[in-house]
């Protein structure tokens, strides 16, 4: 007789046990690289959130300030001062708390600036990719056209224009506020593009056509479904633009244009700092520049090696 | 094929008339020119009068083409903070940057093609790791970080190199040149790496993924099959396919190296234009900056350009047309 | 007895990964006599591609040879080093692919491409060169050779594509021709053109080849032999005829009932069911047993091996004797019982 075989069923694994065992944890985990660039970005990230509370001194408060300790070298060194472990500016400012403090904004900035970005770029290549026809064409148009100028000139343009517009108005929090919109509109167009070509593939899929005729509104269709989809590669964009965002900020900030020095960020310390360079008081940038260098260089492996680790092609 | 230049030059056109649009814009509504150009004594009468023989007072699109065909005769307005016309200023600053702009698209090209296709060869050395090592702060360090960091080394510890200025310039009628001066060499060198660093290391990792990429064909593998030496292989079909894409790439970066050269001589007090636009954006002058945008898109739409025609004339898919045996 | 131009023993190819050491090809064995064309059937994923890339050493760490020797002409070749494996490829053993378009590099002439490789592998130059190359594309059936000398590939048709192909396989008379798919991604109209191309100019150039494919119809049309794959393993090799005609093997039963027929009774077409297993979860035993139709007792325990069985070999406890359960035996068995 012969005997019915049957190939046994699969077991109906968990969806946590299922991510565990993914390979993009493993391989995570296995890349000393990637759990180093993590520590260290998260590190910083929470350095700079809870700088109010680790923060040595309040280097805004004016009461706390001595001129008397100002110029002094890091604690190392031979005039040094353990109340101050990195030294302190021409006006008597720790450089530590400083760079705290100014993690704490360029962090800020970028994310923000980030946000708006992805917020932008996402629901401009929702509607080209679904809307098609003009209105994609006018969306990719523009975004082409704003491709062809790097960001760092569209973000000095939005900001000069800023600045002009509301001339003697000028306050901090619209400064600030200027930086933000300023790196956002000049990054969103990555997210739009990567965003439209999802869309325009979930598009033509059979659920999305059975729920339009349903009847479902268009916006829910996109939000429920096709974003999801999308959210994998707008990560991977996301962490790679936080970077260049806190670059285009330090950069703004050193240039001038950016944050005033009663809030300085990384970049602008660095730009004070430059003055003293050749005076020989080398700390007050270079402590800020590595701080800032860190920063970016941790958050750029993460992402690169999330890039990688999410391309299948180069398994 | 000429069909295909045709259109691509009306698009450089629509594309140069939309930021005329956008630089008219800036020039006319933010702020108010009047006020810039008077003193605070000059009567409202007086205002008014000029207002009207600058024609400010005619409709817009009058005033948009005045603007346009003023700035087709390279009549761009007078600056605001140095009362000289515009075009004068420029002239003057351009021969600046678009030295340090080809030397360091120069030094990014020569030594990011070999370093890439050296790491896409040799994936495993440690030199590679080295490299990609290299470029990875090179991607991630602000171009203005470097340049302090380069000024610390070399002017400030070893102080070999000069921190900024063009060192001696020689003119050569209207244009003004640093590369024939032993002091103008020097001066251009801190620079040009601060500026092309980035560059290089963006090309160098174009270079490697993009042979990489092309190592996984089966062109490759054919030609594998057929017992082609690694030579022939790796320099010839392999890096010929790679260079095709690189080449519109670098392209374009060449004009983003335009754009941060404003750091770059911000950081070495470099006299070009970037400096100046800077000074102009701090201080809200107007003619300046929005010169400056209708220059630096009239270089980008025409390197764009430039670059498409280059892509189709090298790639013999797009060019030839398609007659099937 | 003539030395067989290719002789494969035992050969195993392993891909490791981070879950498990898969296993490509297991215990792989044929011969190929000079001038024979040998087909390699089976589904996608059987192993047949494997087997070939393994032949000319271009398996792609961290894949590898695990076991196994291949000998090419008597002299063992699996195991020289790279340098002496490169000489071999295009002079001795020539190689064809899937797809036309993207074997040729898109940048080259077809011209320059053609004279490369017989530059590497001869000592022609200048003019007698590109005569050598001329007379190739004309021997493949490509007209007006010395204009097309300066083509590109995207100016050719699919068809004359892979004739060019075929030209640079051959460019240095190799002894063996192994066709991975070779007429797979061509029009019905001129796979039978090149099919026919392929056999006329191994006859000429005296050249072996080993065609595999999934394709049947195209084994009929060419093969003098056929080996059929099945999870890496061959399950049954014979004169082309003969398997075609009385196949032993359940599953090449169940391929050969796949192809519908003109004549004859208009019947369903036949399905295997199921489908051939990942290689992470390769049955044990015979692998094909939990799709088989005659399994019983020792099919899921014990792997069969290749035995003579007529005019051929069959790897299947229907024709052997298995280790245990002698006593079960299915109800129909063709053939005399072991």
């Given at each position: 007789m012969v005997e019915q075989l049957q190939v046994p069923p699969l077991r109906n694994e968990g969806r946590l046990a299922a991510a565990l065992d993914s390979d993009l944890l493993h391989a995570f985990l296995r890349s000393r690289i990637a759990v180093a660039a993590t520590l260290i970005t998260v590190t910083l990230v929470l350095a700079a959130v809870f700088a109010p509370w680790i923060a040595p001194h309040d280097p805004f408060d004016l009461r706390q300030l001595n001129l008397l300790d100002s110029h002094l070298p890091p604690a190392w060194l031979a005039d040094g001062d353990p109340r101050y472990l990195l030294g302190?500016?021409?006006?008597?400012?720790?450089?530590?708390?400083?760079?705290?403090?100014?993690?704490?904004?360029?962090?800020?900035?970028?994310?923000?600036?980030?946000?708006?970005?992805?917020?932008?770029?996402?629901?401009?290549?929702?509607?080209?990719?679904?809307?098609?026809?003009?209105?994609?064409?006018?969306?990719?148009?523009?975004?082409?056209?704003?491709?062809?100028?790097?960001?760092?000139?569209?973000?000095?343009?939005?900001?000069?224009?800023?600045?002009?517009?509301?001339?003697?108005?000028?306050?901090?929090?619209?400064?600030?506020?200027?930086?933000?919109?300023?790196?956002?509109?000049?990054?969103?167009?990555?997210?739009?593009?990567?965003?439209?070509?999802?869309?325009?593939?979930?598009?033509?899929?059979?659920?999305?056509?059975?729920?339009?005729?349903?009847?479902?509104?268009?916006?829910?269709?996109?939000?429920?479904?096709?974003?999801?989809?999308?959210?994998?590669?707008?990560?991977?964009?996301?962490?790679?633009?936080?970077?260049?965002?806190?670059?285009?900020?330090?950069?703004?900030?050193?240039?001038?244009?950016?944050?005033?020095?009663?809030?300085?960020?990384?970049?602008?310390?660095?730009?004070?700092?430059?003055?003293?360079?050749?005076?020989?008081?080398?700390?007050?940038?270079?402590?800020?520049?590595?701080?800032?260098?860190?920063?970016?260089?941790?958050?750029?492996?993460?992402?690169?090696?999330?890039?990688?680790?999410?391309?299948?092609?180069?398994? | 094929m000429l069909a295909f230049v045709v259109r691509r030059a009306l698009e450089a056109v629509l594309v140069m008339l939309v930021v005329a649009l956008i630089a008219f814009a800036l020039f006319r509504y933010v702020g108010d020119p009047i006020n810039q150009m008077v003193g605070l004594e000059t009567s409202f009468e007086e205002r008014q009068q000029l207002r009207q023989a600058l024609g400010l007072n005619d409709p817009v699109l009058v005033q948009f083409v005045h603007f346009v065909w003023r700035a087709l005769q390279f009549d761009f307005g007078v600056s605001y903070q140095f009362k000289r016309p515009v075009t004068e200023l420029i002239a003057e600053r351009f021969p600046a940057t678009m030295e340090l702009a080809f030397v360091s698209a120069l030094f990014s090209l020569v030594l990011g093609i070999p370093m890439g296709v050296y790491t896409a060869l040799n994936r495993h050395s440690w030199l590679s790791k080295l490299f990609l090592a290299v470029s990875l702060i090179g991607i991630s360090l602000p171009t203005f970080l470097i340049g302090i960091l380069l000024i610390f080394v070399f002017a400030v510890t070893f102080q070999v190199l000069p921190s900024f200025g063009r060192g001696e310039v020689v003119k050569l009628g209207f244009w003004s040149t640093g590369l024939l001066t032993g002091s103008g060499l020097r001066a251009i060198i801190l620079p040009a790496v601060t500026l092309g660093l980035f560059q290089m290391t963006l090309i160098m990792r174009l270079v490697r993924s993009e042979m990489l990429e092309v190592l996984r064909t089966d062109y490759i593998k054919f030609a594998r099959a057929r017992g082609l030496s690694d030579r022939a292989i790796h320099f010839g079909h392999a890096l010929k396919n790679t260079l095709v894409p690189v080449i519109t790439v670098a392209g374009l970066q060449l004009g983003s190296i335009i754009a941060f050269a404003i750091i770059t001589e911000t950081v070495f007090q470099w006299p070009g234009m970037g400096l100046m636009f800077l000074q102009a954006v701090q201080n809200a002058d107007i003619p300046i900056m929005s010169t400056y945008l209708l220059l630096v898109s009239g270089i980008f739409v025409t390197i764009n350009l430039v670059v498409d025609l280059l892509y189709v004339s090298v790639d013999p898919r797009i060019r030839i047309d398609r007659r099937v045996a | 007895m003539t030395q067989p131009v290719l002789s494969v023993r035992n050969l195993r190819v392993e891909f490791p990964t981070r879950r498990a050491r898969l296993v490509a090809i297991d215990d792989v064995s044929f011969d190929i006599l000079p001038g024979e064309v040998l087909g390699m059937v089976g589904e996608s994923g059987a192993g047949k591609s494997v087997t070939g890339t393994a032949i000319i050493g271009l398996i792609e760490p961290p894949g590898r040879i695990a076991g196994g020797e291949i000998f090419l002409s008597g002299k063992r070749i699996d195991k020289l080093p790279p340098a002496a494996m490169r000489r071999i490829r295009g002079k001795r053993i020539g190689m064809v692919f899937q797809d036309p378009l993207t074997s040729l590099d898109p940048l080259y002439r077809i011209g320059e491409q053609l004279t490369e490789t017989i530059a590497t592998h001869t000592d022609l130059r200048g003019a007698a060169l590109r005569e050598r190359a001329i007379a190739l594309l004309s021997e493949v059936g490509i007209p007006a050779p010395e204009h097309r000398f300066d083509n590109y590939p995207h100016q050719f048709s699919g068809g004359m594509r892979q004739r060019v192909v075929l030209a640079l396989a051959l460019a240095a008379d190799p002894e063996l021709v192994i066709a991975d798919e070779p007429t797979t991604a061509l029009d019905v109209s001129v796979q039978a053109q090149i099919i026919e191309l392929m056999k006329r100019l191994a006859r000429r150039h005296r050249a072996a080849i080993l065609l595999i494919t999934h394709d049947m119809g195209v084994i009929a049309e060419a093969a003098d032999r056929v080996a059929v794959m099945y999870a890496g393993r061959i399950v049954e090799i014979g004169p082309v005829r003969d398997v075609v005609s009385a196949p032993l093997h359940p599953y090449t039963r169940g391929l050969m009932g796949s192809i519908p027929k003109l004549d004859g009774a208009l019947d369903r077409l036949v399905q295997i069911p199921g489908s051939m297993p990942r290689l992470t979860a390769i049955p044990s035993g015979c692998p094909f047993h939990p799709r088989c139709p005659r399994v019983f007792a020792p099919c899921p325990i014990h792997r069969p091996e290749l035995r003579p069985q007529a005019k051929a070999q069959v790897a299947c406890w229907l024709y052997h004797p298995a280790p245990s359960a002698q006593s079960e035996k299915p109800a129909t068995l063709r053939g005399g019982s072991p």
């Open positions: 302190t500016d021409d006006q008597g400012r720790d450089v530590l708390s400083t760079i705290l403090y100014g993690s704490r904004i360029s962090l800020g900035v970028g994310i923000l600036a980030v946000g708006l970005a992805a917020a932008l770029g996402i629901v401009l290549g929702l509607i080209a990719g679904y809307a098609g026809g003009f209105l994609d064409a006018l969306i990719m148009r523009i975004a082409d056209v704003q491709l062809t100028f790097p960001a760092i000139l569209i973000a000095l343009l939005i900001d000069g224009t800023g600045r002009a517009l509301f001339g003697e108005h000028r306050n901090e929090t619209l400064e600030f506020w200027v930086l933000v919109l300023s790196i956002g509109l000049s990054f969103w167009v990555q997210y739009a593009r990567t965003v439209r070509g999802s869309t325009m593939v979930e598009k033509s899929k059979d659920y999305v056509l059975a729920a339009r005729l349903i009847g479902i509104h268009p916006a829910k269709i996109l939000f429920r479904h096709v974003l999801p989809n999308v959210i994998g590669p707008v990560l991977v964009i996301a962490t790679i633009n936080l970077a260049l965002a806190i670059i285009t900020e330090a950069t703004l900030s050193f240039l001038g244009v950016g944050l005033p020095p009663t809030q300085p960020s990384l970049g602008t310390l660095i730009r004070i700092g430059n003055n003293f360079l050749f005076a020989g008081e080398w700390w007050i940038a270079i402590f800020p520049g590595i701080t800032l260098a860190l920063l970016v260089v941790a958050i750029n492996l993460l992402g690169d090696w999330l890039r990688d680790a999410l391309n299948p092609r180069l398994q | - | -």
